[in-house]
């Protein structure tokens, strides 16, 4: 099982890019990458089934290390203020910003990963580089979030996360990095990496609605048509990640919820969160995890790898 941790003796490699072409995207399909990818999704979404934000939970020192990385890459957006430029989006001081990430990413993960894992670190870095937005577009969106749970996924299967994290790795590590991704794309005011516009879920995530959705499985009184419901939003947002993405959008829309989240204001009409959750596993995939323009950039080496999956 992807639990256990590997032996010492494992060769790990800089991840690489192998979807070059569309055709290419069977044999993501078909990988190893994929299934691994897949059930730590799915695995996460069980684990925070019913829970609240706020709900008692264990946290190691692996997830207070993590929180502490995700806390420097917060204090740099403050050492790095947006510069004055002609153009309102795309500032450029987020090139700056993202420079001292990709000196740093080593150093950072090496303080997340323990010592006698230590070949593991250049891997893994890949991947938290990968996170945070493209340097050159100055954009982000579903790709870069989707590097960002591989990077957990890959911290779990070297065993620096455990099982008994799972509840954390959510509500204290990814509830952590959605907030400075948050911060990022207000600051230098980033484009949506390949949105649908109006017909995407959201311009920038999707990985809290899947896991939002699940936390709210069964409320005893939140139902889905609450969360366009200003007032349930603004009393429960900070219970629910899936109130906090929405309450995120109205801060940074105007006008009718119904025309700047079409595909949102469409799932309000779903009778029951388990059918939203189910929904929208099904939506990532089709839109996110099958998308040609989304999976081009996803980078495959020993620990998330391309070849098929190995049964056993």
Same mark, same amino acid.
């Given at each position: 099982?992807?639990?256990?941790?590997?032996?010492?003796?494992?060769?790990?490699?800089?991840?690489?890019?192998?979807?070059?072409?569309?055709?290419?995207?069977?044999?993501?399909?078909?990988?190893?990458?994929?299934?691994?990818?897949?059930?730590?999704?799915?695995?996460?979404?069980?684990?925070?089934?019913?829970?609240?934000?706020?709900?008692?939970?264990?946290?190691?020192?692996?997830?207070?290390?993590?929180?502490?990385?995700?806390?420097?890459?917060?204090? *740099?957006?403050?050492?790095?203020?947006?510069?004055?430029?002609?153009?309102?989006?795309?500032?450029?001081?987020?090139?700056?910003?993202?420079?001292?990430?990709?000196?740093?990413?080593?150093?950072?993960?090496?303080?997340?990963?323990?010592?006698?894992?230590?070949?593991?670190?250049?891997?893994?870095?890949?991947?938290?580089?990968?996170?945070?937005?493209?340097?050159?577009?100055?954009?982000?969106g579903t790709g870069h979030e989707a590097a960002f749970a591989a990077f957990?996924?890959?911290?779990?299967?070297?065993?620096?996360?455990?099982?008994?994290?799972?509840?954390?790795?959510?509500?204290?590590?990814?509830?952590?990095?959605?907030?400075?991704?948050?911060?990022?794309?207000?600051?230098?005011?980033?484009?949506?990496?390949?949105?649908?516009?109006? *017909?995407?879920?959201?311009?920038?995530?999707?990985?809290?609605?899947? *896991?939002?959705?699940?936390?709210?499985?069964?409320?005893?009184?939140?139902?889905?048509?609450?969360?366009?419901?200003?007032?349930?939003?603004?009393?429960?947002?900070?219970?629910?990640?899936?109130?906090?993405?929405?309450?995120?959008?109205?801060?940074?829309?105007?006008?009718?919820?119904?025309?700047?989240?079409?595909?949102?204001?469409?799932?309000?009409?779903?009778?029951?969160?388990?059918?939203?959750?189910?929904?929208?596993?099904?939506?990532?995939?089709?839109?996110?995890?099958?998308?040609?323009?989304?999976?081009?950039?996803?980078?495959?080496?020993?620990?998330?790898?391309?070849?098929?999956?190995?049964?056993?």
């Amino acid at each position: 099982s992807s639990e256990e941790a590997p032996p010492a003796t494992q060769n790990f490699i800089i991840p690489k890019k192998e979807i070059h072409t569309v055709p290419d995207m069977g044999k993501w399909k078909r990988s190893q990458a994929y299934a691994d990818y897949i059930g730590f999704i799915l695995t996460l979404n069980e684990g925070v089934k019913g829970k609240k934000l706020t709900f008692e939970y264990k946290v190691s020192e692996a997830i207070e290390k993590l929180v502490a990385l995700l806390n420097t890459l917060d204090r *740099w957006i403050d050492e790095t203020p947006p510069v004055d430029q002609p153009s309102r989006f795309g500032n450029k001081a987020y090139r700056t910003w993202y420079a001292k990430l990709d000196e740093e990413a080593e150093n950072l993960v090496a303080t997340v990963v323990p010592t006698h894992l230590a070949a593991a670190v250049p891997e893994v870095a890949v991947y938290l580089k990968e996170s945070v937005g493209n340097s050159t577009r100055i954009d982000y969106g579903t790709g870069h979030e989707a590097a960002f749970a591989a990077f957990l996924c890959c911290l779990c299967k070297i065993g620096v996360l455990r099982v008994d994290d799972q509840i954390a790795i959510v509500f204290k590590v990814f509830n952590r990095y959605l907030e400075v991704m948050r911060k990022l794309q207000k600051t230098y005011r980033m484009e949506p990496a390949g949105s649908q516009g109006v *017909w995407g879920l959201d311009d920038f995530q999707f990985l809290p609605f899947i *896991w939002g959705s699940s936390q709210l499985i069964d409320h005893p009184y939140l139902e889905p048509r609450h969360f366009v419901d200003e007032k349930a939003v603004n009393e429960n947002h900070k219970d629910y990640m899936f109130l906090e993405c929405i309450l995120f959008i109205t801060e940074m829309k105007t006008g009718p919820f119904a025309e700047h989240s079409n595909q949102l204001w469409n799932i309000s009409a779903v009778p029951s969160w388990s059918k939203v959750n189910q929904g929208l596993i099904r939506m990532y995939k089709a839109e996110c995890l099958e998308k040609f323009p989304v999976i081009q950039h996803f980078k495959f080496g020993s620990l998330l790898p391309i070849h098929p999956v190995t049964s056993g």
